[in-house]
């Protein structure tokens, strides 16, 4: 063991008073690395402790807090870039994403957003009130943005982001533009030239598939299918053949007869539907579409429902002419002109779109060659 080496003795004359720990007598560490006197204390700012650091990012040492203080001016548009530092900035549209269920979902960035914009779009002001009320957010200026005043309002929104004002767009829950107002605003802006920044946050569609099960390598979102049982019946017939993950929204009263439609439609498919998502009581029921429809006509869901469900098996490259009639038959079934349905299924098959529509016009009961043995 290395011997202890005697230290050299303390000037009397100028004792080093020993509940001082900032200044020793011979610090050999530089004043930044000095041990921190509140590192173990209680943080008294516990509900900051998640969210970056902004009094920092305006030039405020890290915990001191400002509230008193003005938020900072919004910077200048910034070209579509995200700035590294205080957003929002002015003259840029913040595509905001909201919890779906769960609160903590939302994150800091977010947060600031919202709670410094000029202005929120909101699809429902009443509850996007009382949704930044219990984020504790107040004070900020909302404007109804609604799929029936969406044509009459982006004018004035469109008038703000020319005035150098952060607009924020948010919906009910998730993600503004999947399912909801939002689409059209932002494509509006672009032609216009304002930055437009998406700030991610939950989304039912991603949730959903993710936890599934099924594929989510390659998926087809259909949102809301048509309400009427005709019309629905038909889009699910065009998708009979869709050989990626399906996924779509539903309300609760119509749950049960879009099941029965996907049943006749598509078959007895791998299925999960999720409600409830991110809540206390998520539920996924499935695996099936029969097992998910004895469980909802014996229990009533509740609440909006996303469903996802396996796609079709591929259809086989060999040329069958039968097979392939009847493919064709159930595309134009299902609302496709015999064109599209050519050219559908030419794209799944490998086969030639034109032999494809000459086999729609054949006479019944013969059998075109087969297009490979042509010379």
């Not at 947060?111 to 000029?118: G, M, N, W």
């Not at 049943?263 to 029969?290: D, I, Y």
């Amino acid at each position: 063991m290395e011997s202890v080496k005697s230290a050299e003795p303390i000037d009397p004359v100028d004792p080093v008073e020993p509940k001082d720990p900032v200044e020793p007598v011979e610090p050999v560490e530089p004043p930044a690395n000095a041990p921190d006197a509140d590192t173990n204390a209680p943080d008294t700012n516990a509900s900051d402790t998640d969210a970056p650091d902004a009094d920092a990012a305006n030039g405020a040492p890290t915990g001191e807090r400002q509230e008193h203080q003005p938020p900072p001016e919004p910077r200048p548009a910034t070209g579509g870039k995200a700035p590294d530092t205080a957003e929002p900035s002015g003259g840029t549209l913040y595509v905001v994403g909201t919890p779906i269920g769960n609160l903590e979902d939302l994150s800091p960035r977010s947060r600031r957003v919202l709670e410094q914009a000029d202005c929120i779009a909101c699809e429902d002001t009443r509850h996007s009130g009382l949704l930044l009320n219990r984020l504790g957010i107040r004070g900020r200026r909302l404007l109804s943005f609604h799929a029936h005043n969406e044509a009459a309002r982006m004018p004035q929104l469109l008038e703000a982001l020319a005035s150098g004002e952060a607009v924020a767009v948010i919906s009910d829950a998730g993600l503004p533009g999947i399912a909801d107002p939002g689409e059209g605003l932002v494509a509006a802006a672009r032609r216009n030239g304002h930055p437009v920044i998406c700030i991610p946050g939950p989304c039912a569609l991603t949730t959903a598939l993710v936890s599934s099960g099924l594929p989510s390598g390659r998926f087809c979102f259909e949102g809301f299918l048509p309400a009427r049982g005709g019309p629905r019946r038909e889009r699910l017939g065009a998708l009979a053949r869709e050989e990626r993950t399906l996924v779509f929204y539903e309300a609760p009263h119509r749950l049960v007869a879009l099941l029965e439609d996907l049943l006749s439609q598509l078959g007895n498919r791998p299925l999960q539907v999720a409600r409830e998502l991110t809540k206390r009581h998520e539920q996924q029921v499935g695996p099936t579409v029969e097992a998910a429809l004895a469980h909802f006509r014996a229990t009533p869901p509740l609440g909006e429902c996303t469903v996802v469900v396996g796609g079709a098996e591929p259809v086989s490259l060999c040329w069958d002419p039968i097979a392939l009639g009847q493919e064709l038959a159930a595309l134009v079934a299902g609302g496709l002109s015999r064109r599209e349905a050519a050219r559908t299924l030419a794209e799944r098959s490998g086969h030639s779109r034109r032999e494809l529509y000459a086999l729609l016009h054949a006479e019944p009961g013969t059998v075109p060659p087969d297009p490979e043995g042509d010379p």
